[in-house]
């Protein structure tokens, strides 16, 4: 079935240093890719997405890329900040009329003041 | 403020009990969704409404009924053929079926006493 698998499960980094988190699908019919960070006993929130017909986008210190090819998209966090300690999922679209997201399991990054 | 409401926040299930978890949006969206969210596990979808008076079963939805009857509220009922309740529920509400933003409610965790 589908399936969305994320690495790594835990990411430390220093302040300032910048953090990678990297997502691979197998639905080669996906066409929209969110990620969200959840912070300790909260809602998932939205911080950017990427649609299949764009390969990278960016927003101030985040920025998402996409590889249709080999089906997968990275998260990008520079200059990071304590404040960027969280959950962090990726996920994907199920294709076609539904919406349907396949998540995958979560990288706890945690970022070392 | 527009959003997603969820209640209650903590909720305690006896053995062959029933409960419901509430779910309500007012961000006048079309569809609703539920997911289920375990330590190291991403969230798996339960139930999804795309309209009202409709819905679909997810990846997970044995144990678990819903309801569409306005397109405000989906409230999910955990039934007592659920051996294994215990988890973080989370409702999300996207502005319309296919590749669209899903946003979250602050969650209900429900344990078993």
């Known amino acids: 079935g589908e399936n969305v698998e994320q690495h790594p499960s835990t990411l430390s980094v220093q302040e300032g240093d910048s953090a990678v988190i990297k997502c691979t699908y197998s639905?080669?019919?996906?066409?929209?890719f969110p990620w969200y960070k959840q912070e300790l006993g909260k809602r998932p929130q939205l911080i950017i997405d990427?649609?299949?017909?764009?390969g990278e986008k960016k927003d101030q210190r985040i920025a998402v890329t996409l590889n249709k090819t080999a089906k997968h998209f990275s998260l990008h966090i520079t200059e990071t900040q304590p404040e960027d300690s969280a959950v962090y999922f990726c996920a994907a679209s199920g294709g076609g009329a539904t919406n349907k997201l396949i998540f995958g399991t979560g990288t706890l990054l945690a970022v070392q003041p | 403020d527009g959003g997603i409401t969820q209640s209650p926040k903590y909720l305690f299930r006896k053995e062959g009990q029933n409960v419901t978890l509430s779910c309500e949006q007012n961000l006048n969206h079309d569809a609703m969704y539920w997911y289920r969210q375990d330590p190291g596990q991403g969230l798996r979808l339960i139930y999804y409404?795309?309209?009202?008076?409709?819905?679909q079963k997810g990846d997970i939805a044995e144990g678990y009924s819903v309801s569409r009857e306005k397109k405000e509220s989906f409230p999910l009922t955990v039934t007592s053929a659920q051996k294994n309740p215990t988890a973080f529920y989370l409702c999300?509400?996207?502005?319309?079926?296919?590749?669209?933003?899903?946003?979250f409610g602050d969650g209900t965790r429900l344990s078993i006493l």
């Open positions: 999300a509400s996207s502005i319309g079926p296919g590749s669209q933003p899903q946003h």
């Open positions: 639905d080669s019919a996906s066409n929209y």
């Open positions: 990427i649609r299949s017909n764009v």
């Open positions: 409404s795309q309209i009202v008076n409709d819905f």
